[in-house]
């Protein structure tokens, strides 16, 4: 019974702490396996880091690389993440995050209609494995995460003793029995104290984003400095851990970690953080601490990294953190990201995307040697250079002065037209997190088991060792999110059935699965003896839970609409008083700016504006009716002719 509703006298649901991709494929698992889930997340709108995926998500064996006829597979696949992750390697967890991975794209496109039939080589992968969708559409991890948030939306409603979200619900503590068992946790939503009961998958993502003296960044700055791939970088060029901006939102705090370590568990490679080597410079905003990702894709399609002078210094394919050394060694910034038109053309949506929001340019090679300050002969030398090396690799197999094997839309002329975007190292990703086997179960520092707790996604520790390949973030939400799903489903229900330690606080264990008006019970008690009683519901007696960040997004009061002009749009334009319009509707969203789960500054910058083209690009036409209705003022009048 696919949607049967599991009910027990205390404890017959999985609490799943956090809303991103890893909860969500977490709470679908349980789900199919007939399970109950609660879900809870501190911030307004589930999603988190996950919808700012911007590459794609990684796959060996998958059913479009085999339409795709791309021999890849799940051995490769482990051993290129095998050598990414050197000394910090973890077999068990490699091999069950690469040998899963080819399913777990299946199991997205089957079971949630998503569209994955595009494949890029992001760097230091022997293959092309990074799935995305075709042309146009959004970010790979906004499509991907917000169609199994739907699909969550949609059963919470249909069946809400089945499922539940609790939106702006902080968990602050996990809850143990005397034997040490994980059965809850204790949460605070709108100003009061909650438990629940049940155990505990924590997808709470990672802690890149709190720069505070008592963070985990801080505790881990100066073991961070001892990682391996700084060994060329003179001390003096290796900037302090958290100088450094970031992609994470602002819940990226490291809370997963803490209220687990708090009950004993153990952690794994906390000082491997993650710096990602192009995050784009907005020239309006150079020290902005928040920056967005210039995707590994546009490397993949054939982007070059040049220095302020017009020289490449690195394999663009070279792994995340070679790459970023190469940068600080070299010292020249800024450092720019250049497409060539034929890369431009085979990854327009993101150049369209990036160019929409100001932060990537088109121009010509003249115009981008006099905005560089260098000479045309200069650009046309190192780009001559660089479509030299390719030949020559494509003829004879040698990689170029750098040790690059793979290229692409060569060659690179400077009487072209290029998309430009100035890029510079930044925090992106914690590797380093909660300690859990390959059973996603969190383990304590004797590595035993703690019952009742499991993990997934960016707060578990120890799946990419000191570097993590593009592509895998996603993947590793989907994998372990299903893996801790499948994990705590069997747990669950083991212990239900058998009445084990922690589950039952008194009683006997009751099971009961819904059909339609139709309830029937199952019933053990101490002896072992079973009873079945079928019984009529009425529909009525259901607890209405669906998602609550719904509820009060669409349960607005009504109000009067009227009609403005784009002219009086254009004077709500700040921070302040911060009008939008998105598909003619006008949007007074001054309240919600704090809220936005992208940071207020992407919605600032289309203040007093028409922002149809930009939010259609990110998201669903659905998502303003959603979220946005309590926010609307008006519609936009149309233009007089």
Known sequence: ?????????????????????????????????GGRVLLLDKSPFCGGNSTKATSGINGAGSRTQRVLKIPDTAEQFEADTTKSAAEACRPPLVRALTHQSGP????????????????????????PRTHRGGAGGQFPGMMITYGLMEKLDEIAAAYPEKAQVLNKAKVTSLIQD????????????????????????????????????????????????????????PSSLLPPLRSLPTTNGPHCTGDGIKIATAVGADTADLHCVQVHPTGIVDPREPNAKVMWLAAEALRGHGGVLLDREGNRFANELGKRDYVSARMWEQN??????????????????????????????????????????????????????????????????TPDKFGKIFFHNTPVKLNDTFNVAMVTPILHYAMGGIAVNEFAEVISGSESPIPGLFAAGEVIGGIHGTNRLGGSSLLDCVVYGRIAGRTSSKYLFNNLLSGGAGMISGGSPEVSIKQGNSITTVKTDPSGK???????????????????????????????????????????????????????????????????????KTIVIYAGKDATKEFMMMHKPEIIVKYGAQYKVGTLAKAKL
């Open 530 to 600: 079973l009873t079945i009683e079928v019984s009529q519901s009425n529909n009525s007696s259901a607890t209405p839970v669906a998602n609550e960040a719904a509820q009060d997004t669409t349960e607005s009061k009504e109000k009067q609409l009227r009609e403005y002009t784009l002219e009086e749009v254009k004077a709500h334009n700040s921070e302040k008083d911060c009008w939008v319009v998105v598909d003619n509707g006008v949007y007074d969203v001054t309240d919600f700016l704090d809220e936005h789960p992208g940071g207020k």
């Open 104 to 127: 777990s794209i299946d199991w997205l496109m089957d079971s949630f209609g998503l569209k994955l039939d595009t494949v890029s080589r992001l760097a230091a992968h022997t293959h």
């Open 332 to 397: 020249k910034p800024p450092y720019r990201l250049v497409l060539n038109s034929a890369a431009s053309s085979e990854i327009a949506w993101h150049c369209e995307h990036y160019a929409s929001r100001g932060l990537m340019k088109k121009m010509t090679g003249a115009e981008l040697c006099r905005e560089m300050g260098i000479s045309e002969n200069k650009l046309r030398q190192t780009f001559d250079d660089y479509s030299a090396g390719a030949d020559k690799h494509a003829k004879t197999g």
């Open 178 to 233: 005397s034997d040490g068992t994980v059965i809850g946790v204790n949460y605070t939503k709108d100003g009061k104290e909650h438990t629940a009961q049940g155990p505990v998958i924590i997808a709470t993502g990672g802690f890149c984003a709190d720069f505070s003296e008592d963070s985990l960044l801080s505790r881990v700055e100066e073991k961070w400095k001892t990682l391996h791939a700084w060994d060329n970088v």
């Open 1 to 33: 019974f696919s949607l049967g509703v599991l009910r027990t006298t205390n404890m017959a649901q999985v609490i799943i702490v956090g809303g991103g991709l890893a909860g969500m494929s977490a709470a679908h698992t349980v789900l199919q396996a």
